[in-house]
C-alpha cells in the first residue's frame, strides 16, 4: 500500500508565503511522478505543479512565477513552496504520486490566503 500524507497549510496574508511538504510511503517506484493539486469548493481538482523522477517540472499558468515543486527522492518527499500567495490560491492542496498505471492521493492541507 502506498500512503501519501501532506502538512504545511496554513492561513497566510496575501503576499505571504507557504512551503507544502508531502511524505510518501510503502512501495515506491523509482520512476514516478509526485504533483501537487488544489481543489476550492464547488469547483473542479486542478492541477498546480509535478514533478518527474527525473526533475521535469510542469506548472499551472497561474502558478508560474510564483510556486516551485521540488523532490527529495532518497525521502520519498516532494515540496511545493508558495510565494506571492493571492486570496484566488484559497484551497485544499493534495499531494498525487503516479506510478505503473496506478495513482494515489493524499488527504490534503487546507491553505487560506487572507485579502
Known amino acids: 500500500q502506498v500512503q501519501l500524507v501532506e502538512s504545511g497549510g496554513d492561513l497566510v496574508q496575501a503576499g505571504g508565503s507557504l512551503r507544502l511538504s508531502c511524505v510518501a510511503s510503502g512501495r515506491i517506484f523509482s520512476v514516478n511522478v509526485l504533483g501537487w493539486y488544489r481543489q476550492d469548493p464547488g469547483k473542479q481538482r486542478e492541477l498546480v505543479a509535478s514533478?518527474?523522477?527525473?526533475?521535469?517540472?510542469h506548472y499551472a499558468d497561474s502558478v508560474k512565477g510564483r510556486f516551485t515543486i521540488s523532490r527529495d527522492s532518497a525521502k520519498n518527499t516532494v515540496y511545493l513552496l508558495m510565494n506571492s500567495l493571492k486570496p484566488e490560491d484559497t484551497a485544499v492542496y493534495h499531494c498525487?504520486?503516479?506510478?505503473?498505471?496506478?495513482?494515489?492521493w493524499g488527504q490534503g492541507t487546507q491553505v487560506t490566503v487572507s485579502s
Open positions: 514533478i518527474t523522477s527525473g526533475g521535469i517540472t
Open positions: 498525487r504520486l503516479d506510478q505503473g498505471l496506478r495513482a494515489y
